[in-house]
T-cell receptor
């Protein structure tokens, strides 16, 4: 499925690096989400953007900084991450109260 | 938040129906039940959702009990490609979807 794309698919970074994850949705949706999935843990909702406005921040550390320039694009800026931040980062989108459609995820490894 | 409980794992023979149960005894009247599945480290895939009536689409059927305290996802003819973790989720929120993923049920479809 190509409705929600994420780049890069894999990322290795050091604790002092700065990197960004990109998500793009081609479904015409008005809400976008970032989730984190650590090994052997359930998906955790990180951020929600509704009509480009951030409406949810689930106590995420400030080393994760989201950006939503328009309703089709969502970024997650990363800086000074810790090894425990290694995880699968998933982006999703929805139209109003409809189902969320997920991208394939970015597998992040922090060394 | 309405919580869900699901069995940790289930086995199903290829070609047979797979019936995946979910308990959501604290569900509120306006909360929908959603089902997703995740195939090994890919993004979760939307399957089906419902409020109180039974629903069917090309992938599955959703049976919700009259008191809405439990539901069953039915894959009518399971194939090996249906092997995945299946998540039952109760949607929280009225303005947008806030999904809380649990641990899900690992469905193993065997030849």
């Amino acid at each position: 499925e190509t409705g929600v794309t994420q780049t890069p698919r894999h990322l290795v970074m050091g604790m002092t690096n700065k990197k960004s994850l990109k998500c793009e949705q081609h479904l015409g949706h008005n809400a976008m989400y970032w989730y984190k999935q650590s090994a052997k843990k359930p998906l955790e909702l990180m951020f929600v953007y509704n009509f480009k406005e951030q409406t949810e921040n689930n106590s995420v550390p400030s080393r994760f900084s989201p950006e939503c320039p328009n309703s089709s694009h969502l970024f997650l800026h990363l800086h000074t991450l810790q090894p425990e931040d290694s995880a699968l980062y998933l982006c999703a989108s929805s139209q109003d109260l409809g189902a969320q459609y997920f991208g394939p995820g970015t597998r992040l490894l922090v060394l | 938040d309405a919580k869900t409980t699901q069995p940790t794992s289930m086995d199903c023979a290829e070609g047979r129906a797979a019936n995946l149960p979910c308990n959501h005894s604290t569900i509120s009247g306006n909360e929908y039940v959603y089902w997703y599945r995740q195939i090994h480290s890919q993004g979760p895939q939307y399957i089906i959702h419902g409020l109180k009536n039974n629903e069917t689409n090309e992938m599955a059927s959703l049976i919700i009990t009259e008191d809405r305290k439990s539901s069953t996802l039915i894959l009518p003819h399971a194939t090996l490609r249906d092997t995945a973790v299946y998540y039952c989720i109760v949607r929280v929120g009225t303005n947008f979807n806030k999904f809380y993923f649990g641990s899900g049920t690992k469905l193993n479809v065997k030849p």
